[in-house]
């Protein structure tokens, strides 16, 4: 098996500059997308999570800017423009809530991990726990993720996070984007020709 991709029941892991890493993405995000979120029954929200203040943690904020500019009319909570981070979250949560009833929310967010998994985005089933690296208790948001390794895990993280090469999280940024946005439209022209 190739080491730049790992798959299973619980998601996928693959590396940003894999070839196959935009078919693998769209096809994983649309099957989460199906079987989580049948007939489209519940509005979709994405939460992109982070802050432009540090280059590693700005993976978020650059993946709601380019998703705004690809859908336009879909609600999208955090932006290079307006972040979501660790001192707004619960209340973007909560204006979630209230704007949508019974949102299904795709979160994002970066995180660090070992050396050889950087540039590794993994998309995977469940919550996502923002702040983790950093020892924040934050509340659990989505009903799927996707987490992008920006850098490694260690001492100091608000160090490793400020310096992170923004190449690196800006190539992961686009193609989670890409993806995002391919997959929902594959998803919706699906449900629309049901």
């Not at 049948?38 to 939460?47: H, K, Q």
């Not at 996070?161 to 998803?187: G, H, P, W, Y």
């Amino acid at each position: 098996m190739d080491s730049n991709i790992m798959t299973s029941e619980a998601g996928l892991s693959i590396h940003y500059a894999d070839m196959l890493c935009l078919n693998k993405a769209v096809a994983s995000i649309g099957t989460l997308l199906s079987h989580l979120n049948e007939f489209a029954a519940r509005p979709l929200v994405y939460i992109c999570i982070g802050t432009d203040k540090a280059t590693g943690d700005c993976l978020g904020p650059l993946v709601g800017t380019r998703l705004k500019m690809l859908l336009p009319a879909a609600p999208i909570y955090g932006t290079l423009q307006s972040p979501v981070h660790a001192l707004n979250l619960a209340r973007n949560i909560k204006e979630i809530q209230g704007d949508f009833p019974d949102p299904f929310i795709i979160a994002i967010d970066a995180c660090l991990g070992n050396a050889d998994r950087i540039g590794f985005i993994n998309i995977k089933p469940g919550g996502l726990m923002p702040g983790s690296a950093l020892h924040k208790d934050l509340p659990c948001i989505g009903d799927f993720h996707i987490s992008g390794v920006v850098n490694t895990a260690g001492y100091f993280q608000h160090l490793i996070l400020q310096n992170t090469r923004l190449f690196l999280v800006d190539q992961m940024a686009e193609m989670i984007a890409k993806s995002l946005f391919l997959a929902q439209c594959r998803f919706m022209g699906t449900i629309n020709h049901i």
